[in-house]
């Protein structure tokens, strides 16, 4: 698939299928996503490509070994 592309750090607020069909509902900061892109792109089909990514604080101790 081409177009365009639009990236942005977001959460999974809920999830659900029906059938053969997922809807995703995904929530984002305002300062994360451009809404003028996001319109232009929501126009048509569009492809998602889903990543996470988690960080995990050490303590200094667990360091130290």
Known sequence: MQGKVIIFKGNIKSF?????????????DTNDVSLDRLNEI??????????????ELLTQESEKK
């Open 16 to 28: 659900k299928t029906s059938g053969g069909e997922v809807t995703l509902q995904i929530t984002a």
């Open 42 to 55: 929501s126009e048509g089909m569009v492809m998602v490509n889903l990543e996470a990514s988690q960080t």
